[in-house]
């Protein structure tokens, strides 16, 4: 499946495969996902059922990677994330602490934990981490 610019018609696509991950407001989550997909910042697949998951990158910031349930399990998270790769040099990410399998997810495709937060800056004040790609070098003196 080819990731594609995710157009007006698809965002009622995009807010279920949304919702099955997240409890958000309705109204918050629709008004941003128009302005977002607007602006060409999301990236979808599709099955044969619809939009099947989709990426959002503002600049190098990915700000989500989301996959319906019943796609995942089939490469979609991996061809989402990789497309950001191929059009970014560069990206980072916040990841719930909690986020224990999307934290080892984007280890095994070259993140790395750059710093942690308490949470103080995201809508659930969970503690999170930023990740970024590729992995930040050390100078050595």
Same mark, same amino acid.
């Given at each position: 499946m080819t990731?594609?610019?995710a157009?007006?018609?698809?965002?009622?696509g995009l807010l279920e495969v !949304?919702? %099955?991950?997240?409890?958000?407001?309705?109204?918050d989550d629709l008004r941003i996902m128009l302005r977002v997909?607007?602006?060409?910042?999301?990236?979808?697949v599709a099955d044969g059922a619809g939009v099947a998951g989709f990426s959002l990158c503002r600049g190098a910031e990915l700000h989500a990677l989301y996959v319906h349930p019943r796609a995942?399990?089939?490469? !979609?998270? %991996?061809?989402?994330?990789q497309d950001?790769?191929?059009q970014h040099e560069r990206l980072n990410l916040w990841v719930a602490e909690e986020n224990t399998g999307g934290r080892r997810f984007y280890c095994r495709h070259g993140f790395a934990e750059?710093?942690?937060?308490?949470?103080?800056?995201?809508?659930e004040g969970?503690?999170?981490?930023?990740?970024?790609?590729?992995?930040?070098?050390?100078v050595e003196t």
């Amino acid at each position: 499946m080819t990731p594609f610019p995710a157009r007006l018609w698809h965002v009622p696509g995009l807010l279920e495969v !949304l919702w %099955r991950h997240r409890n958000g407001h309705w109204w918050d989550d629709l008004r941003i996902m128009l302005r977002v997909t607007r602006q060409g910042c999301v990236r979808a697949v599709a099955d044969g059922a619809g939009v099947a998951g989709f990426s959002l990158c503002r600049g190098a910031e990915l700000h989500a990677l989301y996959v319906h349930p019943r796609a995942q399990g089939r490469g !979609l998270g %991996r061809v989402l994330l990789q497309d950001a790769q191929d059009q970014h040099e560069r990206l980072n990410l916040w990841v719930a602490e909690e986020n224990t399998g999307g934290r080892r997810f984007y280890c095994r495709h070259g993140f790395a934990e750059k710093t942690r937060a308490d949470g103080a800056r995201n809508d659930e004040g969970r503690p999170e981490i930023l990740m970024v790609w590729p992995p930040e070098r050390r100078v050595e003196t």
